[in-house]
């Protein structure tokens, strides 16, 4: 089955400073990989997201690459600022048609002021 | 996107008492529906994935009997925590499946249960 792994854990950035978490897949097949942001006491929401048949996608400051040959994805977020403070999980697709997602473990991130 | 409520937010109860978690779509029939539990500083763990009209399908090692699971409805979704314990305190949260341009689950913000 499919598994994600999720790197780093825990990341500091200075406020305005890129952030990257990177994000690796096992099932070649996989075909749709969301990102999901989850502040604390709350449910996740969906930042942004990309299809397999997709390189880049781009939203503002945020943004995911995916290499589909290193089956990978990061999630890139520029100019960071402090509301960006949050944990966020990578997830995969399964391809068994259940419509369920395999989620990395999650990377803590701060922005620093 | 999608609005999906929860309710409870929050809720304490007793050892041995039975608790009941709704989610609800606020803006489309979702037939399919997940129910995750998320403990502290955890990733989410799939528990069941519940559909519309039909027995949920539970995840291996989820007992069927203590999380009960109704998907009477195409915005409705109950789970029953059934003779809860402290050890099934948690952050249980729900997600709607939107099927379209993208295959996209919409999540809920959440049920936090403590059981004393």
């Known amino acids: 089955g499919e598994n994600v792994e999720q790197h780093p854990s825990t990341l500091s950035v200075q406020e305005g400073d890129s952030a990257v978490i990177k994000c690796t897949y096992s099932?070649?097949?996989?075909?749709?990989f969301p990102w999901y942001k989850q502040e604390l006491g709350k449910g996740p929401q969906l930042i942004i997201d990309i299809r397999s048949n997709v390189g880049e996608k781009k939203d503002q400051r945020i943004a995911v690459t995916l290499n589909k040959t290193a089956k990978h994805f990061s999630l890139h977020i520029t100019e960071t600022q402090p509301e960006d403070s949050a944990v966020y999980f990578c997830?995969?697709?399964?391809?068994?048609?259940?419509?369920?997602?395999?989620f990395g473990t999650g990377t803590r991130l701060k922005v620093l002021a | 996107g999608a609005v999906v409520s929860q309710h409870p937010s929050r809720v304490i109860c007793k050892s041995g008492t039975s608790v009941k978690i709704e989610c609800r779509s606020l803006d489309f029939q979702a037939t399919t529906m997940f129910w995750y539990r998320q403990f502290p500083k955890q990733s989410l763990m799939l528990m069941a994935t519940?559909?519309?009209?039909?027995?949920?399908?539970?995840e291996q090692g989820v007992e069927k009997d203590k999380f009960l699971i109704n998907h009477a409805s195409l915005t409705l979704s109950t789970l029953t925590v059934t003779s809860a314990h402290p050890e099934d305190s948690s952050f249980y949260i729900c997600s709607l499946y939107r099927q379209g341009l993208t295959d996209t689950q919409y999540f809920g913000p959440g049920t936090r249960l403590t059981v004393l």
């Open positions: 997830a995969a697709s399964e391809t068994s048609g259940t419509y369920k997602y395999i």
């Open positions: 519940s559909n519309e009209g039909s027995k949920a399908t539970y």
């Open positions: 099932d070649s097949a996989s075909n749709y």
